[in-house]
T-cell receptor
Framework: SQQGEEDPQALSIQEGENATMNCSYK?????LQWYRQNSGRGLVHLIL?????REKHSGRLRVTLDTSKKSSSLLITASRAADTASYFCATGPGGRGSTLGRLYFGRGTQLTVWP | DGGITQSPKYLFRKEGQNVTLSCEQNLNHDAMYWYRQDPGQGLRLIYY???????QKGDIAEGYSVSREKKESFPLTVTSAQKNPTAFYLC???????????????FGPGTRLTVL
């Protein structure tokens, strides 16, 4: 399968703590993206990191990518109750013959932030 | 407002009936996608279209059909051949088309289909 796999499946923390979610994948990629989904809603794009980048920041989000280990992590600093959602990683495949444009989504990490 | 819309939000269908889910975007995106999401699961790709009048099967296309007659619209029909159609259906679009790179996808709010 080309899907990413997030770890942990569920994460429960207090407001103000940092939340770290990990994603592992199996094939070569062009980019890796993180999305957020509130319950019963569509996904919202958070951040994209290209295969030649190692780290990227956006507000309270920090994403790292290690292509040698085929893994990525998403760090949310100073979590808030409003950060409660499911977080998905998605890989944009690279390599010859890959279908351009499509993404492969993992099963997600359910983050709960308690007030 | 630019965005991607799906209708209806909730849909109930009797077994044996076909039903069509609407997806419209005014983002001028070339590529559009349909995903299925089951409880506690990730997104599985049903069909995608990288350009008008062209579409490809995704990973779980059996029992579904699509058309892409206009750039803005990518309707999905769930046919009676789909054995377990109850799920949350998400439509997305992106600028990627035939090019790799910045293929961030923009999602609609979803349609929850329940088969009675």
């Amino acid at each position: 399968s080309q899907q990413g796999e997030e770890d942990p499946q569920a994460l429960s923390i207090q407001e103000g703590e940092n939340a770290t979610m990990n994603c592992s994948y199996k094939t070569s990629i062009n980019n890796l993206q993180w999305y957020r989904q509130n319950s019963g809603r569509g996904l919202v794009h958070l951040i994209l990191i290209r295969s030649n980048e190692r780290e990227k920041h956006s507000g309270r989000l920090r994403v790292t990518l290690d292509t040698s280990k085929k893994s990525s992590s998403l760090l949310i600093t100073a979590s808030r109750a409003a950060d409660t959602a499911s977080y998905f990683c998605a890989t944009g495949p690279g390599g010859r013959g890959s279908t351009l444009g499509r993404l492969y989504f993992g099963r997600g990490t359910q983050l709960t932030v308690w007030p | 407002d630019g965005g991607i819309t799906q209708s209806p939000k909730y849909l109930f269908r009797k077994e044996g009936q076909n039903v069509t889910l609407s997806c419209e975007q005014n983002l001028n995106h070339d590529a559009m996608y349909w995903y299925r999401q089951d409880p506690g699961q990730g997104l599985r790709l049903i069909y995608y279209s990288q350009i008008v009048n062209d579409f490809q099967k995704g990973d779980i296309a059996e029992g579904y059909s699509v058309s892409r007659e206009k750039k803005e619209s990518f309707p999905l029909t769930v046919t009676s051949a789909q054995k377990n159609p109850t799920a949350f259906y998400l439509c997305a679009s992106s600028t990627a088309g035939w090019r790799p790179g910045n293929n961030e996808q923009f999602f609609g709010p979803g349609t929850r289909l329940t088969v009675l």
